[in-house]
């Protein structure tokens, strides 16, 4: 059984809407809602909710910037809550690129955004996204991955052509694990090299898929399959 909290800070109708839905998938358990998001991890805390289902109607800017974080270490006992996020289509992009951090800490929470889907999203994608998320695993809606991997000038002009300069296998590792979600201290965990390595490493990646954020690297290499999904 996965506990969910929900949350809505623009639309009372759309909270109760997530709220029922939740109530009634037979493998969820609504554990709590709050319309707005003060005190929000404090209730989330009381509740031991595993995942956090976010409804946004207009999202702040630097609600879905890549975390400046990304690389911290958090200390203390801290636990992650999986968040599912349902946004506009002008939120894609911001959102695919947030999703490249660890999470963002509340308090002795650490919120980690692990499903991205369209507000319009169906009962059915929406409660098999929070039992994915509640169970580690990384869920992107197919119209968000091709509406924020639309290519910018620079990169179309580049992928036209066949890259002069490969990645190499270890590029093409951790070009993967940031697809995952992994920041650079857990690339460098998993892989047993240094943090340091590994960002001699996301530097050459960026300089040959001519990419200058995260993101976008990932974007372009699902587009020239250089991504394992």
Known sequence: MTRVFVTCAGSVLE???????????????????????????????????????????????????????????????????????????????????AIQGIGRLQGTLRVVLRGVLPTWASELEIC????????????????????????????????????????????GEILNLLAAGLGNKEIAWQLKISEHTVKFHVTSIFNKLSASTRAEAVAVGMRRGLIIL
């Open 15 to 97: 909270l109760d809407r997530l709220a029922a839905l939740v109530r009634s998938a037979p493998s969820l358990q609504l554990v709590g809602t709050s319309h707005g998001t003060g005190g929000l991890n404090e209730q989330m805390a009381d509740a031991h909710a595993d995942v956090l289902l976010e409804y946004y109607t207009s999202p702040a800017t630097d609600e879905f910037e890549p975390p400046e974080f990304a690389d911290a270490t958090f200390e203390g006992d801290s636990t992650a809550i999986a968040k599912v996020a349902l946004v506009p289509e002008s939120a894609y992009a911001a959102a695919l690129a």
């Open 128 to 171: 098999g996204a929070i039992t994915a998320a509640g169970q580690g695993l990384l869920v992107l809606h197919p119209d968000v991955i091709d509406q924020a991997a639309m290519p910018s000038a620079a990169s179309r002009s580049a992928a036209g052509d066949l890259m002069e300069d490969p990645l190499s296998p270890r590029e």
